[in-house]
Nanobody, 116 residues
Framework: QVQLVESGGGLVQAGGSLRLSCAASGLIFSINRMGWYRQAPGKQRELVATITSGLNINYSDSVKGRFTISRDNAKNTVYLRMNSLEPEDTAVYFC??????????WGKGTLVTVSS
């Protein structure tokens, strides 16, 4: 089992920045890829960014150039730095850990609200 705890969400004005953190615990060695997803009201959950154990990174087109994903293996933590935030970025942001055997683990989510 892998446990994920997100933090760093909140209310910010358009154009502002936030940094989300996701601390992982448990069977860390089983994790191949970690990432961030988001779900806006009335919409499906969508990919934001992922980073593999080999540091391969993927971003959705909507956040490319504005968001940066990174990881600190010593702290078992993944970060999402979000700059130039837009009202359309308002959503609950979920941390995901994808295991080598295909298991998916999710955090409870952290709310990001961007006011115009």
């Amino acid at each position: 089992q892998v446990q994920l705890v997100e933090s760093g969400g909140g209310l910010v004005q358009a154009g502002g920045s936030l940094r989300l953190s996701c601390a992982a615990s448990g069977l860390i060695f089983s994790i191949n890829r970690m990432g961030w997803y988001r779900q806006a009201p009335g919409k499906q959950r969508e990919l934001v960014a992922t980073i593999t154990s080999g540091l391969n990174i993927n971003y959705s087109d909507s956040v490319k150039g504005r968001f940066t994903i990174s990881r600190d293996n010593a702290k078992n933590t993944v970060y999402l730095r979000m700059n130039s935030l837009e009202p359309e970025d308002t959503a609950v942001y979920f941390c995901n850990a994808h295991g080598f055997r295909g298991m998916d683990y999710w955090g409870k989510g952290t709310l990001v609200t961007v006011s115009s």
